[in-house]
């Protein structure tokens, strides 16, 4: 079965500094999110693509954060610099609609730790 | 607006006894429902959708939830619990039909006792 995946697994940085994680969506998937969860709580939009356009960023921290897909395929999340705060999971999620409906398969995560 | 209320942080059950995860939501228009299952360092999996069809909808794993307009609630069961359900759950609402612009709750953690 085809999955989502994320690299890092894990990123241990420290503040100040640049972050990068990457993701690979389902093959064929059109739309890519991108999810933060802290701990303790459930997953919160940062970003969504729709090829390689952004449908909404609204919740993106623009003045530290940005995302890419520039061929529509796989995603760029960058952290530029890194604040204690940003210590999260770092989600990516692919979606396909089918009959109308549309369902989100996560990827594993990168657990990102600032120092 | 919508939202998503988990009722209950932390869930402890004994293997073979019934589960029950509680949520409620609320939404301004027809919602598409969704629990999601977490494992430790893994990704979120799909255990179950509700998109306006049938009200009880059957999941994976033995995992079934009905949707009650009138209670706003999604609650979600297993008739009994085994080793492997212990993880996070998350109740999930959609108010876009699409299942696009997700809201989800602040979760449930399972635990199952031998």
């Known amino acids: 079965e085809a999955e989502v995946a994320q690299s890092p697994r894990y990123k241990i940085t420290e503040k100040s500094q640049a972050v990068a994680f990457w993701c690979d969506p389902i093959?064929?998937?059109?739309?890519l999110y991108w999810y933060r969860q802290i701990l303790g709580q459930g997953p919160e939009l940062l970003v969504q693509?729709?090829?390689?356009?952004?449908?909404?960023d609204s919740q993106l921290p623009k003045d530290r954060f940005s995302a890419e897909r520039l061929k529509g395929v796989d995603s760029t999340l960058k952290i530029q610099p890194a604040e204690l705060g940003d210590s999260a999971m770092y989600l990516c999620?692919?979606?396909?609609?089918?009959?109308?409906?549309?369902?989100?398969?996560f990827g594993p995560g990168t657990r990102l730790l600032v120092l | 607006a919508q939202s998503v209320t988990q009722l209950d942080s932390h869930v402890s059950v004994s293997e073979g006894t019934p589960v029950l995860l509680r949520c409620n939501y609320s939404?301004?228009?027809?919602?598409?429902l969704f629990w999601y299952v977490q494992h430790p360092n893994k990704g979120l999996q799909l255990l179950l959708k509700?998109?306006?069809?049938?009200?009880l909808v059957k999941g994976i794993n033995g995992f079934e939830a009905e949707f009650k307009k009138s209670e706003t609630s999604f609650h979600l069961t297993k008739p009994s619990a085994h080793m492997s359900d212990a993880a996070e759950y998350f109740c999930?609402?959609?108010?876009?039909?699409?299942?696009?612009?997700?809201?989800f709750g602040g979760g449930t953690r399972l635990m199952v006792k031998p």
């Open positions: 999620a692919s979606s396909t609609r089918l009959a109308g409906q549309e369902t989100q398969y």
């Open positions: 093959s064929g998937h059109a739309t």
């Open positions: 693509f729709q090829d390689e356009s952004v449908v909404d």
């Open positions: 939404s301004s228009y027809s919602p598409s």
């Open positions: 509700y998109t306006s069809a049938a009200t």
């Open positions: 999930v609402v959609s108010e876009d039909n699409a299942g696009n612009m997700l809201t």
